[in-house]
T-cell receptor, first 112, second 116 residues
Framework: DVKVTQSSRYLVKRTGEKVFLECVQD?????MFWYRQDPGLGLRLIYF???????EKGDIPEGYSVSREKKERFSLILESASTNQTSMYLC???????????FGDGTRLSIL | AQKVTQAQTEISVVEKEDVTLDCVYE???????LFWYKQPPSGELVFLIR??????QNEISGRYSWNFQKSTSSFNFTITASQVVDSAVYFC?????????????FGPGTRLSVLP
């Protein structure tokens, strides 16, 4: 089975802090994704990466950046956290467009 | 552009009732894939099923069944004899286009509550 591990289930940070969310997968998949999930809005794609050091903006990249230095690890960075970034963040990986995405357990991030 | 609509925001049923979750999709691609995911209260998204655009056979897995109809662009999900453990948010998703995944689109989800 694919294993996608997110570093924290719950995280509380303060406005203006730099926040790192880490995601590690064990299936050697090239494609990795970061989504945020908000009530009534479903899943919205923030960034994705299709290879090491490669990244593409999703639908809502503003206020976020990403890092993919190793194939198995994809990090989401909130450069200066704001309260409107309080959300559930989900990392996913998949092998190709005809395959399902596999998700981590999610990180519930609260920005105070 | 791809789009997935799940018109039912929330559904409540009593245990042992049957329930159908609707999913309508839009795409111009002739080759595409449809998915259903379950998100229990614990938060993780669990993959349930994948269906490609060339296979319109319905599928049954235990109490779960899926009805794919290209003529109406629908991929509906039915739970028979629902149980409390079925309470979750269910997402329908569509994947089309290139291999990079930016065309992997999720619907807004349907929250199902099964009452004892």
């Amino acid at each position: 089975d694919v294993k996608v591990t997110q570093s924290s289930r719950y995280l509380v940070k303060r406005t203006g802090e730099k926040v790192f969310l880490e995601c590690v997968q064990d299936m050697d998949h090239e494609n990795m994704f970061w989504y945020r999930q908000d009530p009534g809005l479903g899943l919205r794609l923030i960034y994705f990466s299709y290879d090491v050091k490669m990244k593409e903006k999703g639908d809502i990249p503003e206020g976020y950046s990403v890092s993919r230095e190793k194939k198995e690890r994809f990090s989401l960075i909130l450069e200066s956290a704001s309260t409107n970034q309080t959300s559930m963040y989900l990392c996913a990986t998949f092998a190709g467009s005809n395959q399902p995405q596999h998700f981590g357990d999610g990180t519930r991030l609260s920005i105070l | 552009a791809q789009k997935v609509t799940q018109a039912q925001t929330e559904i409540s049923v009593v245990e042992k009732e049957d329930v159908t979750l609707d999913c309508v999709y839009e795409t111009r691609d002739t080759t595409y894939y449809l998915f259903w995911y379950k998100q229990p209260p614990s938060g993780e998204l669990v993959f349930l099923i994948r269906r490609n655009s060339f296979d319109e056979q319905n599928e049954i897995s235990g109490r779960y069944s899926w009805n794919f109809q290209k003529s109406t662009s629908s991929f509906n999900f039915t739970i028979t004899a629902s149980q409390v453990v079925d309470s979750a948010v269910y997402f329908c998703a569509l994947s089309a286009g290139d291999n990079y995944g930016q065309n992997f689109v999720f619907g807004p989800g349907t929250r199902l509550s099964v009452l004892p």
